[in-house]
């Protein structure tokens, strides 16, 4: 099999030598962000990028044992992958999702990503939606190299882009930033974002056209409306807790009930809006009618949330305070609130907190989740006592916050987890109560803000991180078949 890589050279040196700091990923959740003060907020922008009216870059120097680990990881990459193509973005991204459709012809691929630039450039805030090809170079019979004995590749056959082109890019709300973008799965031209002013946005892909743009910053009192080049409004409708004003973590949408989203607040709470039901019946684009709101941890604040896959009431919650898990049934107002403790962890439950759950795509009774504490847990929801199978993300002992937990779509016992302290991303059987661990992902510098899988291939994947790069990856099979 030949094998794709795609390494991004031209900014290996600056990402190395000279990083800027911005801030930090969530400056109120303090059990993703471990990092001294200092470095808190430790997203990234190019080398050349100039701040907001002539103020000063503060550098951030990446610590000689992670430079050592990246370039050690550069050299032994051929042997690693399948395919592995790295973009560096001018600003990092928080959140990645790669959509459903592909291109038969050119495996071309869309990824649903965001800029974030922690208010220093109000204007670059956004979300945008990516295209690249990740086929494999193609090769025949008549390139086969005698001396060195391999084939080459066909440079008559038309190639897709295989560098990441933006399709559309849509300002976000200036002031705000977008904690996480994720589509529809009903409908993905439907893109809901978690705001840092506790909004929920709702976007059309359908109604944007492509770059350039220019864009014109308009206030009305605390909302404020930016128009578009192309598309005058630049979101169809805005979700918003007239109540509560708790910046917004994370979302997910139902996946058996069309229009149905789910947020998850600093303050606590869990709010349940539904598009099909306001959207239509409402001519302004501000929404403060709920369908249902909860309150699983008014301490110290909710940081993710996921829907049953095949259930349209049931949904998990990652709490802040002692290891949480809540499991809430939209049918009632009565919220169960599980601790969900890992007795094999090194860290005593009421210092860590449950950063990312995911019910299993094939078992609805299977949830994982990732703690501030770098404990993976595999749950079963008849007995909630102590998970199925639990693991350390790093090699030992507290290896730090794990930003983002995802199970394999098409293989029910395989699961990836996310670092944010690290900088890896590694998969998991869990299934194997000895040894889980099948690969590890060593691309990123710095902390992994959000992964995801593709649905097609079983074992592509895409990473964003806070050194600013996008990459999309694929074991090695060798490698898997190996560990």
Not at 259 to 281: E, P
Not at 389 to 397: A, D, F, L, M, Q
Not at 423 to 429: A, E, N, T
Not at 447 to 464: A, P
Request: charged share 20%.
């Amino acid at each position: 099999m030949m094998t794709s890589i795609l390494l991004d050279d031209e900014n290996d040196k600056a990402s190395i030598d000279n990083i800027t700091n911005i801030n930090s990923v969530h400056e109120t959740r303090d059990s993703i962000v471990t990092l001294n003060e200092k470095n808190k907020k430790e997203n990234h922008t190019e080398q050349n990028n100039e701040p907001e009216n002539g103020g000063e870059h503060t550098s951030l120097t990446i610590p000689e044992d992670l430079q050592r680990k990246y370039i050690n990881w550069k050299k032994n990459a051929k042997i690693l992958y399948d395919y592995l193509n790295s973009n560096t973005s001018k600003w990092p991204s928080l959140t990645c999702e790669i959509f459903p459709d592909v291109e038969i012809a050119t495996e071309k691929r869309r990824i649903l990503l965001s800029s974030f630039t922690s208010s220093q450039l109000p204007l670059n805030e956004s979300i945008y939606i990516s295209s690249i090809s990740t086929d494999i170079p193609k090769s025949s019979l008549n390139q086969f190299d005698m001396d060195e004995m391999e084939f080459k590749i066909d440079n008559d056959v038309k190639q897709g882009n295989k560098k990441l082109a933006k399709q559309i890019e849509i300002g976000f709300p200036i002031g705000e930033e977008c904690n996480r973008a994720r589509y529809m799965p009903l409908n993905p031209d439907i893109i809901g974002c978690a705001s840092s002013s506790g909004n929920l946005y709702i976007y059309n892909r359908t109604k944007h056209g492509s770059l350039p743009r220019t864009r014109n910053g308009m206030s009305d009192g605390n909302n404020i409306a930016v128009q578009n080049e192309i598309s005058r409004d630049f979101y169809e409708v805005v979700y918003k807790d007239e109540d509560r004003h708790s910046e917004a973590y994370s979302l997910a949408w139902n996946y058996q009930r069309n229009g149905i989203v789910a947020t998850c607040h600093a303050d606590g709470t869990v709010n349940i809006w539904n598009l099909s039901k306001t959207y239509k019946k409402s001519n302004s684009k501000i929404i403060t009618t709920k369908e249902h709101d909860f309150f699983p941890d008014i301490e110290k604040g909710c940081n993710d949330v996921s829907w049953m896959v095949h259930h349209e009431s049931i949904l998990a919650v990652g709490c802040e305070s002692n290891n949480k898990i809540s499991i809430i049934d939209t049918r009632t107002n009565h919220t169960p609130y599980i601790k969900a403790t890992d007795p094999l962890s090194n860290n005593t439950a009421s210092a860590s907190g449950i950063n990312s759950v995911q019910f299993n795509y094939q078992n609805d009774l299977l949830l994982c989740s990732g703690n501030s504490n770098s404990r993976v847990g595999v749950w079963d929801l008849r007995n909630m006592g102590k998970p199925v199978n639990s693991w350390n993300h790093g090699n030992t002992g507290n290896s730090g916050s794990i930003s983002s937990v995802a199970w394999n779509p098409n293989i029910s016992n395989v699961l990836a987890s996310a670092g944010l302290n690290d900088g890896l991303v590694k998969i998991w059987d869990a299934s194997d109560i000895e040894d889980p661990l099948l690969f590890t992902h060593g691309g990123h510098m710095l902390g992994v803000n959000d992964i995801s899988w593709d649905l097609h291939d079983s074992w592509l994947m895409c990473s964003v991180s806070n050194d600013n790069s996008i990459q999309i990856w694929k074991p090695s099979m060798k490698q898997l078949m190996n560990s």
